[in-house]
């Protein structure tokens, strides 16, 4: 057994962070169906352009950094270099603060100026404030979760997204039923990200020797294609609802940002599986071992594909239902979109895996390549639906989206390394046809009786 395998233990991993996202995904569950009840539908809406806002503000200021730590510091761990890491660490760290605390001050000045940005918000100016200082402090929470991944620590980002998510949103719907409806969600939001950064200072502490340092250079010639790709990424998280809420509104963009945020609990999946492999096949790809590379993606693609398919097309039959029971029947109206990325979701697991496999290979290029030219046709399938057909562009464009990716991906790969994207996907099939089907009969059954 290799010191990388000892060090990444992939299946050790998976089962920490698929715990975590288990109780985070509960929390999520629990925080929407009661952001439903709390807040109407154009408050909603006004949230999830919130939450849209905070998403570009971090994906444009971090960038790639919290890639480039977790990929430097496993390589310099697998080369036995441990103040080469913990250099990346300080390195990734000062890049990260002086890139966004002046980011921070300059968009608190513009708060004033972009509040008309919010339709039918009765104190944007406020609303933007709270939000770019929750920005500052998850930008700073990836960066840290990105070191305890890279350094194989992976109960720390346990604890760490432990602590914030069911504190920043429980806070957060409390203010909210308080009286201070939308601005209560993103206060919460913030209150709980600077708690989460004292924390993750704390749990940081003496991971790795101190005195260590490492050139900017290799970091960011590795980042800027890589920023450039998780720009285009964001473009794939959040395109379709920037289009949606420009075209049509808050009042469209609540219960779709909703349907999507409740198919991304399958997502439970596959994230914990691609968090614990990055670092592996890093490691395994620096020391040229190829075929431990193929032979994770095989275990990998395996999990994926009899987890995602069966699970995403049960939740696809009995979307009304569960639209119905969890935000309630206003929301039904959305359940052709839930049912199509539901089907999606396996897509959607098996392309964040090849993303992830060409990011951990080095292969930039390659990755900005698919994750542009995919993204660039899923905005202009939802640019030119939704007027005709509402929210079901979004759907039909993030299908299209991920199809596009894997077919990119697997071309891109052919040369290097088997993929196995079709591991058990002959058992994947049926299994899902068994379960689904009979559940689409009988929420049927169900709808008319």
Known sequence: M?????????PRGTAFLTSQQLILYATYLVFYALLARILNKVEVGQFAVLALIQALFVGVVSGSLPSAATRFISRSIAAGDLHAASGVARATL????????????????????????????TDPTNLLLATFVSALFADLMLLYAAFF??????????????LYVPLSRGLGLVLALLGFRVFGIMAGWAIGGAITILLSVYMWHGQLPRGGSYPLRPILGFSLPVFAS??????QQWGDMGIVYALLG????????????????????????????????????????????????????????????????????????????????????????????????VLVAQGALLVTTLQAIGHTRQYLAVTFASTLSFLVIVGLGALPIGTLAGAVGRAILYTLIVAMARFSLRHTLPAHTNSSMKKAIPLAAGVSLPLLAIDQLLTIY
């Open 230 to 235: 998780a720009l285009i990424t964001l473009g």
């Open 94 to 121: 000062r890049l990260s603060l002086a890139v966004v605390v002046p980011a921070v001050v300059i968009a608190l000045f513009l708060s004033p100026l972009l509040g008309g940005f919010l339709q039918g918000a």
């Open 2 to 10: 290799t010191k990388s395998t000892d060090l990444y233990n992939v």
């Open 250 to 345: 808050p009042i469209a963009l609540g219960p779709y940002y909703l349907v999507v945020s409740s198919v991304s609990f399958l997502s439970i999946l596959w994230i914990p599986v691609n968090q614990a492999i990055y670092p592996a096949l890093s490691a395994a790809h620096s020391a040229d071992d190829i075929q431990g590379v193929s032979d994770r993606l095989a275990l990998a693609f395996r999990l994926i594909n009899l987890s995602a398919l069966p699970i995403g097309a049960s939740l696809a039959a009995i979307s009304p239902t569960a639209l119905d029971i969890v935000y309630g029947r206003s929301y039904v109206s959305e359940s052709l979109t839930m049912s199509i990325l539901s089907l999606s979701s």
């Open 149 to 162: 991944i890279g350094v194989g620590r992976y109960a720390q980002t346990l604890y760490q997204n432990l």
